[in-house]
């Protein structure tokens, strides 16, 4: 069983940085970062289809980098230059079922979710 843990979330002011971790228990190619927050919708952030390729949101392109350390279990979210309209709750997400690369930002996706942490920017 997949269990996904994040961390890294806090409070910081316009312009700021923050880098998210995920720990992954079990193997699973696809993984991706998602984001909750203000009444809207889950949006995907960021992902990684598990053989070097990436994609993001175009709101956070840019900004945000996602990678992975396959040999510590985790994924990271480094993100600059914070805005307050990126406030929210950021979540893990994972799978190894076949996929689209274009799916990747999709969170039907997934069947694995961390429970999140929430990221603050204030302006």
């Known amino acids: 069983q997949v269990k996904l843990v994040e961390s890294g979330g806090g409070s910081v002011q316009a312009g700021g940085s923050l880098r998210l971790a995920c720990t992954v228990t079990g193997y699973t190619p696809h993984m991706a970062w998602f984001r909750q927050g203000g009444g809207r919708e889950r949006e995907g952030v960021a992902a990684d289809n598990g053989a070097g390729s990436t994609t993001y949101a175009d709101s956070v392109k840019g900004r945000f980098t996602i990678s992975r350390d396959n040999a510590k279990n985790s994924l990271y979210l480094q993100m600059n230059n914070l805005q307050p309209e990126d406030s929210a709750m950021y979540y893990c997400?994972?799978?190894?079922?076949?996929?689209?690369?274009?799916?990747?930002?999709?969170?039907?996706?997934?069947?694995?979710w961390g429970r999140g942490t929430r990221v603050t920017v204030s302006s």
């Open positions: 997400a994972a799978d190894g079922r076949p996929t689209y690369f274009s799916r990747l930002l999709q969170k039907s996706t997934y069947k694995n």
